[in-house]
């Protein structure tokens, strides 16, 4: 378990950027402009997928390694 805490990681706060920028939302100021988060939407999608490219890595590793003993 100790070997996947940093994919679990990356996918947890990856999770957490889009559910924050949900809860946090958009609003139109009085000007016409949009305020919202947009870094929260890429910073999510980096955070998840090194989470499941970490993940699928160290999966990988570990089945070779169990495949050669």
């Known amino acids: 378990m100790k070997k996947y805490l940093f994919s679990l990681l990356s996918l947890v706060l990856g999770m957490g950027f889009w559910i924050a920028y949900t809860i946090i939302g958009s609003k139109i100021a009085p000007d016409g402009t949009l305020i919202e988060s947009f870094y929260l939407i890429p910073m999510g999608y980096?955070?998840?997928a090194l989470g499941l490219v970490?993940?699928?890595l160290i999966f990988g590793v570990s089945?070779?390694?169990k495949h050669k003993s």
Do not use: A, E, N, Q
């Open 54 to 56: 970490s993940l699928l």
């Open 46 to 48: 980096l955070f998840l």
């Open 63 to 65: 089945v070779i390694r």
